[in-house]
């Protein structure tokens, strides 16, 4: 780990472990991977007819999508954070 990435480093671990893997990875990723692969699928069985994108099954299939994303991006935060500590610490 070079110098600019320890600063980094040492400036996201003083925010904290919960903050980075819920925020970061959590949040935005599980956002965005739900997001896209629910439109990706969608767009991919029905093209872009807007009927498709209006149903309450869309929206069912939208949210839990999201909520696997969610999960996915805790435990990749976990992950991250694990390999980042021990890049850190030199190990």
């Given at each position: ?35 896209v692969t ?48 021990k890049r850190?610490?030199?190990?």
């Open positions: 780990m070079n110098r600019e990435e320890q600063m980094w480093w040492e400036r996201t671990r003083a925010k904290g472990k919960r903050r980075f893997i819920l925020l970061y990875f959590g949040a935005v990723l599980g956002f965005i991977m739900g997001t629910a439109f990706g699928t969608k767009i991919y069985t029905n093209g872009l007819a807007l009927q498709a994108f209006a149903s309450p099954r869309f929206l069912l299939e939208w949210g839990l999508r999201v909520v696997i994303g969610f999960i996915t991006g805790c435990l990749l935060g976990m992950l991250v954070w694990w390999q980042n500590e850190y610490q030199g190990k």
